[in-house]
């Protein structure tokens, strides 16, 4: 399973870091998304990181959030820097199985049940 922290309400401007332990799965196998649905939208991928470290992001937030992750406590984390009010959405951690992290949202398997950041 996946479970996110460390959302909240913070403004324009300010940073957030969200963390999503996983557990029940062996963590080094799988690559790691984190993607966020905005209300009356779609959800959409924000960032990625694969099982070699590589990361990915979308045009919206590339050069304002960071992917990492720490193996020994099979976390991913999204350091969030200059918030914007469009990044106010729910965040979603999820995981899939393989090497390719950048790929469609149906292809992860593995979801967390989101926490809430609001940018005002």
């Known amino acids: 399973q996946l479970v996110e922290s460390g959302g909240g309400s913070v403004q324009a401007g300010g940073s957030l870091r969200l963390s999503c332990a996983a557990s029940?799965?062996?963590?080094?196998?799988?690559?790691m998304g984190w993607f966020r649905q905005a209300p009356g939208k779609e959800r959409e991928k924000v960032a990625t990181?694969?099982?070699?470290?590589?990361?990915k992001y979308s045009d919206s937030v590339k050069g304002r959030f960071t992917i990492s992750q720490d193996d020994y406590k099979s976390t991913v984390y999204l350091q969030m820097n200059n918030l914007k009010p469009e990044d106010t959405a729910v965040y979603f951690c999820?995981?899939?199985?393989?090497?390719?992290?950048?790929?469609?949202?149906?292809?992860?398997?593995?979801w967390g049940q989101g926490t809430q950041v609001t940018v005002s």
């Open positions: 999820a995981a899939r199985l393989g090497h390719l992290a950048w790929v469609e949202e149906k292809f992860y398997k593995i």
């Open positions: 029940g799965y062996t963590y080094s196998s799988y690559c």
């Open positions: 990181i694969d099982t070699e470290g590589t990361t």
